[in-house]
């Protein structure tokens, strides 16, 4: 087994979900993603999953401490949403797809990377954006918020 990794922990409806990075693709620990799914075993979820899609990794705690755990590839947990389909499960690969995961690649990322993920006030709620070659740039399906309002976009 490889050395230790640090997670990053993240949290959905009260839910914690560790996740990591290896060989720069993301990774999640089974027993979070489970509850996070309402799946009662990790073992229900594992399961399902193909060789490539799970493996034992060791992470290293904050106080030292190390703990081995199952983790699942972000291939296996859109697998695993998929086989445990529920309506809530929606909102899980939403937040996996548009959050989560470019959250952890621009967490592993050069600083000086572009094009870079980034966040704007405007209306009183937070808008995701681009900024590319000194450019910001808004999905498509909130420019007619940005139209309506007649302001500048930029902050």
Known sequence: MHDAYAPIVFHHHNLRLR?????NQPWFVAQDFAQLMGV?????????LEPFEKRTILLANVCGFHEEVEAISDAGAYK?????ARPEHVDISRWLSEVLVPTLHDYHRDPSAEPRRCFISWSNRQVGAV???RELWVAWR????FIADGKDVLP
């Open 142 to 145: 909130d420019l007619p918020a």
């Open 19 to 23: 996740a990591l990075m290896i060989d």
């Open 80 to 84: 695993a949403l998929f086989r445990f």
């Open 40 to 48: 009662r075993s990790s073992r229900r979820l594992l399961h399902v």
């Open 131 to 133: 900024r590319w070659q």
